[in-house]
């Protein structure tokens, strides 16, 4: 059965798929633009996809081509491959080390290949130097998993690098032990030693190939839920400030409101509204009003406690629901927020952005009462407010 699944036929296989997979990449890099890494995800795979298939072909082709053209490619594809991933998990990898790890490893290839005539030397060069980048990608994604926002996924990631990695440290080491013993590999023609077979060659190959082909699929299903985590943020956020939308408002309040049930206390919502907003877009453009509402959204999030849900209503409107507080101890934080939005310095092109708040108060009088009940009562405490002179707020008790 192993003889029927030669290592000849495997690599063979490995880069077609792979080849395969850049098409995938080539395709994604297109359409998803946000994600910088694709680009060089698919010149990776392309090219190990491609020395792959050179190396299956040794002893069809030149030697130049199926050694020092194939090493070249994957030596390149590996280079290339952590750079995505410092690009993927925002780790950032200085270009100089990458680019003498190359050197290193095709100048000793050249050297074994030229010189020594050694494939011993080829090995410890070509296959030590990539087994220590593989290596480095896997501390770069090891990085990423310790972050508390990290996608468990990348394990499918960081297990493939570690495995070639490793595999590609001891065949190098087995290389450089061979030549400083002057032991000799003999080979019916030059590189025929990797497909001479033996459990061990095999078992490093089938092991180097799933764990590569695993690598790159891990990717894409990184890829993947990357993208569902983005879409899931963008269904679920103002896109400007980076609030709760009203659509979400309207689903964590409801989750809220369920709450208090259980926990025998009421909550209380705050409708706010930014007073002269028009006359901000009017005299100094929308953009200033856009940077005006950024500026308030992240000075509301620094107020409010971290059990409140804050959302960006639309326009100019925001609300709070704030959990197991009393409409008196909203109605004071409401005063709070007033007076310390005045001292909010927004600058706008050198010149200062007044701004005040108008915010109308109401607090669930009974269970039964749902969010559209609150945020209408809270709403029209805030027109009142309004009318009243604006920079103020006004209780509606109910």
Known sequence: MLHVLDLRTLVFAHGVLLLSASVGFVIATRYLQRFSALPYWSLSSMLMGVGSILLAARGYVSAESSILLANLLM???????????????????????????????????????????????????????????????????????????????????LIPLVVQGLCGVIAGATGLADYLSGRIVVEAYPGAAIYEFSMVHFSMGMLAILSSLGLYFSVILFVAMRLNVALTQQAHHDALTGLYNRHMFYELVERELAMDLRRGVTSSLLFIDIDHFKCINDSYGHAAGDHMLRQFAAFLCQQCRQSDVIARFGGEEFCVLMPTIDAEGARQAAERLCQEVRQLEILWEGRCLPLTLSIGVTERCNFSEGIDTLIHRADLAMYEAKQSGRNRVVLNAA
């Open 75 to 157: 030596s390149l594809a590996i280079t290339i491959k952590v750079k995505a991933l410092s690009r993927d998990f925002e780790h950032p990898v200085p270009f100089l080390p990458l680019c003498l790890a190359l050197v290193v490893s095709m100048g000793g290839m050249l050297w074994g290949f030229y010189v020594e005539h050694s494939t011993s030397v080829r090995f410890a060069f070509g296959a030590g130097v990539n087994g220590a980048l593989l290596l480095w990608g896997a501390w770069i994604a090891w990085c990423y998993l310790r972050r508390s926002d990290s996608l468990r996924v990348v394990v499918g990631i």
